[in-house]
Structure formats: C-alpha cells, structure tokens
C-alpha cells in the first residue's frame, strides 16, 4: 500500500476525526483548520510574516526562554518526588538524590543550568526586544509584562538557590536578603516577612519552597500564556511593520545613513514574490497632480507562510537544539552541592547567586540603601517607563532603529566598557568612603558622591548626544545601553574578580585556589 493510500486511511479513521476534525494538513483549508483547532496548535496564527521567523531578528530567545521553562518544570516535579523541605532533612535528600536515586543527578543537573539559563535568555530576550524597538506601540503593554516576567523568573530562580541547604545556598540567600534589609523603614520588616524570622532558618526554608514549587511556577505560567496572547493581539512580532521599500527611512536617521542597511532590501525581498518591481526609470508620479508610488509597488501579494509546517518545525528545531544544549551541559559539570548549611560557619568569600552579585559589587561603592535599593529600583522604573517615554511608533522592528542608532549603541558600549571598569577600580583604591570617614558627614561620602558620579557617568554621554538633537529613541538606545553594559560589568567584577573578603583580585592570582564557577 502507498505512503498516500496509507495517509487517507489514517486522516479518515475515527479516531483521527474525533480529535483534528480535519484532513492530512497538506492543502491551505486543513492547514488552517490544524491551527485553529487544537489546544496547542491554536496558540499560534494560521499565518506567519516571513520577516518574523528570521533568525537574526528575534533569535528565537522567548522560545528558548519557554523550552526552559517546560524543562523546569518537568525535572522540578521529578525532585519534588524525593525532597524534603525540613533543615535537617534536605540536605540528606539533595545527597540522596544525587546518589541513590537513577538518574537523580542527571535531573538536578538539568534543572540547575536549565535555571541559570532561563534568567540568561530571558535577560538576553529583553535585550533583543529594546534594541529592535519591539516595545513601541501597540506592544508597550507587553513589553510593561516583559519586565514584571523578568522580575518573577529571578524571584523563582533566586527562590530555588535556598533549598539543597548547603553552605553556597545558606551564604548565598543570606547575602541576597541583606540587600532586602537595606530598604528605608520596611527594610526588616521585608527580610523578616522573607524569612519568617531573623535568621535563614527552617521558616525561611519552608516559604523559599512554597515560593519555589507554586507561587511563582504559577505566576510564570499566567503571566507567560498572557504574554503570548498579548504577542497574538498585538498583531504578531514588530519585524513585520519594517516596510518593504528600501526608500522608507524611519526618523532620525543620518542623511549619509545606508539606506540599505534597512534589511528589508529589494533584494532581501525575494524578487520571485515581488509583483511589480520597482522601475528606477518611472517617476510612480500621476502628471504630477500624485505623488509617491501605488501601495503594490515592491510588494508582494503577501509576504507569510503557513505556520503548519515551518513554525512548527522551528519551535521543534529549537526544543531539540535547548534540551541537547542542556545535556551535554549535564554531561559536562554537575550541580555543586557543598558542605550542609552551618550558621556559624561563614564561608568566604560569601556571594549573592550571579544575577545579584552587580548588586553586591554595587554595594561596595557606596550606602547599601542606595546600592540595594535605591538604584535597582530606578532601573526597574526606568524600565518600566521606556515605551512611555519614547512613544514614537517609527523604528519598530528594525535593529537600533537606523544606521546612526547602531553608531551610538557602538559608541556608549566602548564609553561604558571604558568609565565603569575605571570607577570601579579607582573606587576601590581609594575608597572615598574610608578617605572621608570623620572628615564629611556621612551622607556626603556616602550617598551624595556616588550619586554625583554615577549620574555624571550615565548622563554625558547623552549630553554629549545633545549636538546632535537625538530623537527619543536615540536618547533610550544611549540610557539603556550604559544601563545594561554597567550591568554587565558590575556583574562580571563581583563574579570573577570578587576573592576573600571580597576583595578585587585578578582571576588568575586568586588566594586559597578559589574558583568562583565553583559558585554557579
Ligand atoms: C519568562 C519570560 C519571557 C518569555 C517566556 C517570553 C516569551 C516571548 C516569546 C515566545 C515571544 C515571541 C518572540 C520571540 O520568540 O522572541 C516574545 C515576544 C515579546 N516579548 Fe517576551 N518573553 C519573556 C520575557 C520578556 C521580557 C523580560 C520582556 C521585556 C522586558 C519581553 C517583551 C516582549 C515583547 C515586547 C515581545 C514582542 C516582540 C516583537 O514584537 O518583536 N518579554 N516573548
């Protein structure tokens, strides 16, 4: 019997119509039946613009980000078959599972990277969206869920880090709540309401796991289905509002920008779907009483494809590509798990898990109110207000908006990379917080240097922009680009070059053989 006779056989059994209600998805109506009727299926539009599926524009991150997530999911539930969230007993379990149990390392080990991953690529997911101006209208709201999403996948993973209770974990979420402590009049009560008490004990064990297994699993789930409806609603991903004609330059850009840096050139195009190519010997002018061309040309009939079978086969592509990641990572490095959580035991140096460890640099430098608090929180809000801010609808979908976006994104990189490593190393030899110490009050070395400083740091290089009457866009591409290379950058020294009592040293002259990827 033939592939096809076969084919029909299975499309018309009842089973098959009991479920998909419809043929072999080999024609346009049962393709589009096939994503209109399944519960999955239907999370995605019949039809996708091909300049959506591009690799260099969204880098498939938010799929990546989701394949973690289900990857969490799944090996988070497998643990919980075995732990045991009682001081005295979750260590013994961690060691269990790694030793007794089949496979149970293997899973600890998936579900650890598979964490640190998902905070790097949603991280990295945020990064792309802003530097494509994915975030402009309609899509301000989603990108507003975006960041509450990055927020409660660093609660959810920062949660976790407690449960093996070992030293790494003990020392690691002591120092992370600290920072919490730090805030004006709630500070104690918020650790304390973190913790159940004064101290990293059994209360705080019990509410890290309650926040771990449910609270924020739940959240996540809400909040990622809400994201991709919004993606839905908002008419797809921002790359499809590019225009098709190279000659559309969105504002602000240099005269001598190339204009076919656009990347959707004519030729990008595909010239065997464009249906009336543009003539440079016509002038599209009707005996001058109309200007421009007609709305078809350079345009094709349509530039989408099916997502039945080319979406589909992608998001496989990428499951298949993230989970083998994930298990040769597996394969290559287990989850560390240290001596049992001591009080009284201090390791050193004693750091915050990765993601908070530019914080506890930060901290370094000046009032731990203004390091802990103070300057995340107006990240988060200038974060939040980005789309508000810059609500020019133009630019959308194009990486760093025009060729000059993508100068000034270079320029503030190399400034950033250059100003934050100098303050961080002048800072430290010659600690103006110790130099001052009894000659000005406190607040003045404490708060209103650094503030003074780092407002100068990130603020010149928009002034310096001023000559060039930067559009909104300009001005956020410069903010955010000193805002996340500091970050960056702070991060890296508190990681790497961060040894005993926490002081700076090169990673290759570490005292006591002191490894930080030992930390991860
Ligand atoms: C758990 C975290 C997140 C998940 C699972 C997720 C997932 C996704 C997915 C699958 C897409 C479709 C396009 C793509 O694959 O890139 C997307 C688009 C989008 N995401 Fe996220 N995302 C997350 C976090 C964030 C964050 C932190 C932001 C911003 C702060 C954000 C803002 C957006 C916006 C504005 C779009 C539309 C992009 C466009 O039109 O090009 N998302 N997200």
Same mark, same amino acid.
């Given at each position: ?67 973690? #997530? +289900?990857? &969490?999911?799944?090996? =988070?539930?497998?643990?919980?078959? @075995?732990?045991? $969230?009682?001081?005295?007993? !979750? /260590? ?55 960041? #509450? +999403?990055? &927020?409660?996948?660093? =609660?959810?993973?920062?949660?976790? @880090?407690?449960? $093996?209770?070992?030293?790494? !974990? /003990? ?76 000659? !559309? ?272």
């Amino acid at each position: 019997m033939s592939i096809e006779s076969w084919t029909n056989r299975l499309t018309q059994s009842r089973l098959w119509r009991s479920y998909f209600r419809h043929g072999w998805p080999d024609n346009p109506l049962d393709r589009s039946l096939l994503m209109t009727s399944g519960l999955f299926f239907h999370l995605h539009p019949v039809k996708v613009n091909r300049k959506s599926l591009r690799w260099s524009y969204s880098m498939g991150l938010g799929i990546i980000t989701i394949v973690l #997530f +289900l990857v &969490l999911l799944f090996t =988070g539930t497998l643990l919980m078959f @075995y732990y045991i $969230p009682s001081v005295e007993r !979750a /260590y013994p379990t961690m060691k269990a599972i790694q030793t007794g149990i089949p496979l149970g390392q293997f899973t600890r080990d998936m579900h650890r990277w598979a964490a640190h991953l998902m905070v790097l690529a949603v991280i990295l997911h945020a990064a792309r969206v802003f530097y494509t101006g994915a975030y402009k209208a309609p899509r301000q709201f989603n990108w507003v869920i975006g960041v #509450f +999403l990055l &927020l409660i996948t660093l =609660g959810a993973s920062f949660t976790g @880090y407690l449960l $093996p209770w070992d030293q790494l !974990a /003990y020392w690691a979420i002591t120092v992370g709540t600290n920072i919490a402590g730090y805030a004006p009049i709630i500070g104690s009560v918020l650790r304390t309401l973190l913790l159940g008490g004064r101290e990293v004990g059994q209360n705080a064990l019990i509410r890290f796991y309650t926040l771990h297994i449910m609270v924020f699993p739940l959240l996540l789930i809400l909040a990622i289905s809400y994201h991709m409806w919004r993606v839905r609603k908002d008419g797809g991903l921002a790359a499809q509002e590019v225009s098709d004609t190279p000659d !559309a330059e969105p504002e602000g850009t240099a005269p001598e920008a190339d204009q076919h840096d656009d990347n959707t050139s004519l030729a990008d195009t595909g010239r065997d779907w464009v249906i009336f190519p543009r003539n440079p010997s016509k002038t599209y002018g009707l005996v001058e009483l109309m200007s421009g061309t007609s709305p078809m040309v350079n345009r094709g009939p349509e530039n989408t494809v099916f997502s039945f079978p080319i979406v589909l086969l992608l998001e496989l592509i990428i499951f298949l590509g993230t989970t083998f990641l994930l298990f040769l990572f597996s394969l290559a490095r287990h989850a560390p798990l240290g001596e049992m959580a001591n009080p009284t035991i201090t390791i050193d140096p004693a750091k915050a898990p990765w993601y908070f460890v530019g914080l506890q640099e930060l901290l370094e430098h000046m009032h731990p109110t203004l390091a802990g608090i103070v300057i995340p929180g107006v990240l988060v809000l200038f974060l939040l207000a980005i789309p508000y801010l810059d609500n020019s609808r133009s630019g959308a979908g194009r990486w760093f908006t025009s060729a000059r976006g993508k100068r000034i994104v270079l320029w503030t990189t190399l400034y950033t990379l250059v100003v934050m490593p100098a303050y961080i190393l002048l800072d430290n030899l010659i600690t103006p917080r110790e130099a001052l110490r009894g000659v000005l009050p406190g607040y003045v070395s404490q708060w209103l240097i650094p503030i003074v400083v780092i407002g100068l740091l990130v603020a010149l290089p928009v002034l310096i922009l001023r000559r060039w009457r930067p559009t909104p866009r300009e001005i956020m591409l410069t903010l955010f680009t000193v805002m996340f290379v500091s970050a960056v950058i702070f991060t890296l020294s508190g990681f790497f070059l961060r040894g005993p009592g926490f002081k700076l040293y090169p990673p290759w002259n570490m005292p006591g053989g002191y490894n930080p990827l030992n930390d991860l």
